[in-house]
């Protein structure tokens, strides 16, 4: 049971790294996922003269039975890392994907501990009657202001 729970664990974290490269990569996927070095907006939208020379490499790449990574290496290779529309998921890619995320949650702790905080000083402070005047003794003319409306509606 044990050799059975390794061998799953082991093909979980290794199953996406695995899965990262397709062996038959269709063009119009790579085309979204690969920059223009001109105009900065990826292949599928751009009709350059240099996003259809890199079309074209695509293509006979594809032709030629290459993996969307091995494309991908070779056009990094040739144009560096810009030319892709996303960063890596390793090395110091790995950060462009963390960092927005650890934003996100440390700026939700700071909003919960705010929240907790608030609600904390509201439970402290002491109740106030509405008919007394803040030092807890009854304020003798707003009495007789309410007895006397209230006088005037019975009748």
């Known amino acids: 049971m044990t050799r059975f729970v390794a061998i799953a664990v082991a093909a979980l974290v290794l ?71 996303a960063p890596r998921r390793r090395g110091f890619g790995l950060l462009a994907w963390w960092v927005p995320i650890g934003g996100i949650v440390a700026a939700a702790v700071v909003v919960g501990l705010a929240a907790w905080r608030w609600s904390r000083r509201r439970d402290d402070e002491p109740a106030v009657e509405p008919t007394t005047n803040g030092r807890g003794a009854a304020d003798p003319l707003l009495d007789r202001r309410v007895d006397e409306e209230l006088a005037r509606y019975d009748g």
């Open 15 to 85: 199953a996406p790294a695995a899965a990262a490269c397709r062996t038959h990569p269709s063009q119009a996927q790579l085309e979204g996922q690969v920059m223009c070095p001109v105009c900065g907006t990826t292949l599928d939208q751009s009709e350059s003269p240099a996003a259809q020379q890199i079309k074209n490499v695509i293509r006979q790449r594809i032709a030629a039975g290459d993996t969307d990574c091995q494309i991908k290496d070779r056009l990094v290779a040739s144009y560096g890392e810009s030319i892709l529309a």
